[in-house]
């Protein structure tokens, strides 16, 4: 294969070319290219090949290869589009939090929603990759409802049967098609406060109101859920019952069966995020809720871009009853169905002996890191009290009176550290300032000095 740097020497010669000629100037033939460039056709044809698919130059067989047209340099005006638009559901801060890649390039992600390089289980992912896209049926379209095979290993995981799951782009596309699917534009949805944002800007964006329940020690409390059930007229609720984000909480076991009475008794659906079930550390994850609901008011989901890496955006959804067949519709309709590459990898690697073999990996890392950060935090941060999680990588820190968590943000940001603003976790009124720390994309020694800097700054802004 030819060298990169020498078709990228040949594209800096045509592109200088390009910004001489005009459209449907011929440009110097291969020979002659090779000749002045001392190069050879096949890095020429790379070229040409790479400039053509930017549309800079077309390529006539027999003819030769000529100055494509280049776009419109007039002004263009889309204010028009005002008019055509709706109002925006979703504000730019959501959209932020959702799409972070540039800004955590350049920054200590003591935020992250997602394991660092270091812990994705690469060899034996492009293992994985490279099995899969041997089989002859790997471009093939995929059932609507994903694989047989990888929908019976969900299943397996989260107690329900095969016919109950439905493959999804991941639990962010699962919590957009049951808002848009479920409920009706101005709806209210029952939340945990603190919540997902993601779940918040995803709900929003499907027209429905956030209405925020809070959540103590033992997770959201049922009589409380039974109030704004009962107060709003909701029939749908969002929760994290096995490990909420951002409080590493989990819904307490005496609380589970009180929780579905309330929705058997409202008539309601429930969905539950059960984001961090593989990303164990040192104690027992709770069940599945919906091992614990024979009548159907329980959507689980779950996705494996969290445990395994980002970009794997498989995930699933598991329901019963009418609500399933609405689900499938708009699994139908939105997407139609989960790329089967991503599908085959997804079950190559799951069905393999390397699957618990990362999470175990994973999971000593993870409490290694989280034990060094607790440490950190009770050293530099406060001495109060800090609940580990006992899945998932996030802590919950309480900021001091007087600092403000998005403005403290902010200063992270200019100083190169990522933290999250405790403020986008709460649908309504924020009950206290808080920020979110992660231990999954940083090195312990990173995320300590990363800490003593934050800290440095809260100290300054809370005499400000």
Same mark, same amino acid.
């Given at each position: 294969?030819?060298?990169?740097?020498?078709?990228?020497?040949?594209?800096?010669?045509?592109?200088?070319?390009?910004?001489?000629?005009?459209?449907?100037?011929?440009?110097?033939?291969?020979?002659?290219?090779?000749?002045?460039?001392?190069?050879?056709?096949?890095?020429?044809?790379?070229?040409?090949?790479?400039?053509?698919?930017?549309?800079?130059?077309?390529?006539?067989?027999?003819?030769?290869?000529?100055?494509?047209?280049?776009?419109?340099?007039?002004?263009?005006?889309?204010?028009?589009?005002?008019?055509?638009?709706?109002?925006?559901?979703?504000?730019?801060?959501?959209?932020?939090?959702? !799409?972070?890649?540039?800004?955590?390039?350049?920054?200590? @992600?003591?935020?992250?929603?997602?394991?660092?390089?270091?812990?994705? @289980?690469?060899?034996?992912?492009?293992?994985?990759?490279?099995?899969?896209?041997?089989?002859?049926?790997?471009?093939?379209?995929?059932?609507?409802?994903?694989?047989?095979?990888?929908?019976?290993? /969900?299943?397996?995981?989260?107690?329900?049967?095969?016919?109950?799951?439905?493959?999804?782009?991941?639990?962010?596309?699962?919590?957009?098609?049951?808002?848009?699917?479920?409920?009706?534009?101005? !709806?209210?949805?029952?939340?945990?406060?603190?919540?997902? $944002?993601?779940?918040?800007?995803?709900?929003?964006?499907?027209?429905?109101?956030?209405?925020?329940?809070?959540?103590?020690?033992?997770?959201?409390?049922?009589?409380?859920?039974?109030?704004? /059930?009962?107060?709003?007229?909701?029939?749908?609720?969002?929760?994290?019952?096995?490990?909420?984000?951002?409080?590493?909480?989990?819904?307490?076991?005496?609380?589970?069966?009180?929780?579905?009475?309330?929705? &058997?008794?409202?008539?309601?659906?429930?969905? !539950?995020?059960?984001?961090?079930?593989?990303?164990?550390?040192?104690?027992?994850? $709770?069940?599945?809720?919906?091992?614990?609901?024979?009548?159907?008011?329980?959507?689980?989901?779950?996705?494996?871009?969290?445990?395994?890496?980002?970009?794997?955006?498989?995930?699933?959804?598991?329901?019963?009853?009418?609500?399933?067949?609405?689900?499938?519709?708009?699994?139908?309709?939105?997407?139609?169905?989960?790329?089967? @590459?991503?599908?085959?990898?997804?079950?190559?690697?799951?069905?393999?002996?390397?699957?618990?073999?990362?999470?175990?990996?994973?999971?000593?890392?993870?409490?290694? &890191?989280?034990?060094?950060?607790?440490?950190?935090?009770?050293?530099?941060?406060?001495?109060?009290?800090?609940? $580990? @999680?006992?899945?998932?990588?996030?802590?919950?820190?309480?900021?001091?009176?007087?600092?403000?968590?998005?403005?403290?943000?902010?200063?992270?940001?200019?100083?190169?550290?990522?933290?999250?603003?405790?403020?986008?976790?709460?649908?309504?009124? $924020?009950?206290?300032? &808080?920020?979110?720390?992660?231990?999954?994309? #940083?090195?312990?020694?990173?995320?300590? !000095?990363?800490?003593?800097?934050?800290? #440095?700054?809260?100290?300054?802004?809370?005499?400000?």
């Amino acid at each position: 294969m030819e060298n990169d740097s020498r078709v990228a020497v040949v594209v800096a010669h045509l592109e200088r070319l390009i910004e001489r000629g005009a459209p449907s100037d011929a440009l110097p033939s291969t020979r002659a290219l090779c000749r002045e460039l001392s190069t050879s056709p096949v890095t020429v044809g790379r070229a040409v090949a790479a400039l053509a698919a930017r549309g800079r130059v077309r390529s006539e067989p027999g003819r030769g290869v000529f100055i494509a047209a280049g776009p419109r340099t007039e002004a263009a005006s889309t204010g028009w589009q005002s008019l055509a638009l709706a109002p925006s559901r979703v504000d730019g801060a959501a959209v932020r939090f959702l !799409d972070p890649v540039g800004v955590l390039a350049d920054t200590v @992600p003591l935020s992250s929603g997602y394991l660092g390089a270091d812990l994705h @289980p690469r060899a034996a992912l492009q293992a994985a990759a490279s099995r899969s896209i041997r089989r002859g049926s790997v471009w093939e379209p995929a059932p609507a409802a994903g694989l047989s095979a990888l929908r019976a290993v /969900f299943a397996h995981q989260a107690t329900v049967d095969e016919s109950e799951v439905l493959v999804t782009n991941g639990s962010q596309s699962a919590i957009a098609l049951i808002a848009q699917a479920v409920a009706a534009p101005g !709806d209210a949805v029952i939340v945990e406060s603190p919540t997902y $944002p993601g779940a918040l800007a995803a709900l929003r964006a499907a027209g429905l109101r956030p209405i925020p329940v809070p959540t103590d020690a033992r997770g959201v409390d049922p009589v409380d859920m039974d109030a704004a /059930f009962a107060r709003t007229g909701a029939r749908l609720a969002y929760l994290q019952s096995a490990v909420n984000n951002p409080t590493g909480l989990s819904l307490h076991p005496e609380r589970r069966r009180p929780l579905l009475e309330v929705a &058997r008794r409202h008539r309601a659906l429930v969905v !539950d995020d059960d984001w961090a079930r593989h990303i164990r550390l040192d104690a027992p994850v $709770p069940p599945p809720l919906i091992a614990d609901d024979a009548d159907g008011h329980v959507i689980h989901i779950s996705s494996l871009a969290k445990p395994v890496a980002p970009s794997l955006r498989v995930g699933f959804l598991a329901a019963r009853g009418p609500v399933l067949a609405r689900l499938h519709t708009a699994v139908v309709t939105n997407q139609l169905f989960v790329a089967r @590459p991503l599908q085959e990898i997804a079950l190559e690697f799951l069905t393999s002996a390397e699957w618990p073999r990362h999470t175990g990996r994973l999971s000593r890392t993870l409490v290694a &890191r989280r034990d060094a950060l607790l440490a950190q935090v009770r050293r530099v941060w406060s001495d109060g009290d800090v609940t $580990p @999680p006992r899945a998932g990588f996030h802590l919950w820190l309480a900021c001091p009176r007087g600092v403000e968590p998005g403005a403290l943000a902010r200063d992270a940001q200019r100083a190169g550290i990522t933290i999250g603003d405790g403020d986008a976790y709460f649908a309504g009124e $924020p009950a206290e300032p &808080r920020i979110r720390i992660s231990f999954s994309a #940083t090195s312990e020694r990173q995320a300590a !000095d990363a800490l003593v800097t934050l800290a #440095t700054m809260r100290d300054g802004a809370a005499v400000r």
